[in-house]
Nanobody, 123 residues
């Protein structure tokens, strides 16, 4: 069993930056870790992921070049550095973890989820 706790959300102006953190209870170095987000009235969507071995990353087209996912396995922590934020990035951001994931962009592939942290970008 793994518990995930996100932090770092907040209110920022367009063009600004935020760094989200996801602290896991227990070791996660064998887990694929990901970030998803859900805007009001919309489905939860994939943002970024990082594989455990080799650290292969994947980003959605909407955040590629602006967001960077990273992990510190010694601290069981996942990060999402968000630069060049846009109003359309406003959402609740969720951290997720899973093993044996084939398609990192599919929500149901993940076993554990955090409670989410709100990110609001003003124009």
């Amino acid at each position: 069993q793994r518990q995930l706790v996100e932090s770092g959300g907040g209110l920022v102006q367009a063009g600004g930056s935020l760094t989200l953190s996801c602290a896991a209870s227990g070791r996660t170095f064998t887990y694929t870790m990901g970030w998803f987000r859900q805007a009001p009235g919309k489905e939860r969507e994939f943002v970024a992921s990082m594989r455990p071995s080799g650290g292969t990353t994947l980003y959605s087209d909407s955040v590629k070049g602006r967001f960077t996912i990273s992990r510190d396995n010694s601290q069981n922590t996942l990060y999402l550095q968000m630069n060049g934020l846009k109003p359309e990035d406003t959402a609740v951001y969720y951290c997720a973890a899973g093993r044996g994931i084939r398609d990192v962009s599919i929500r149901s592939e993940y076993d554990y989820w955090g409670q989410g942290t709100q990110v609001t970008v003003s124009s």
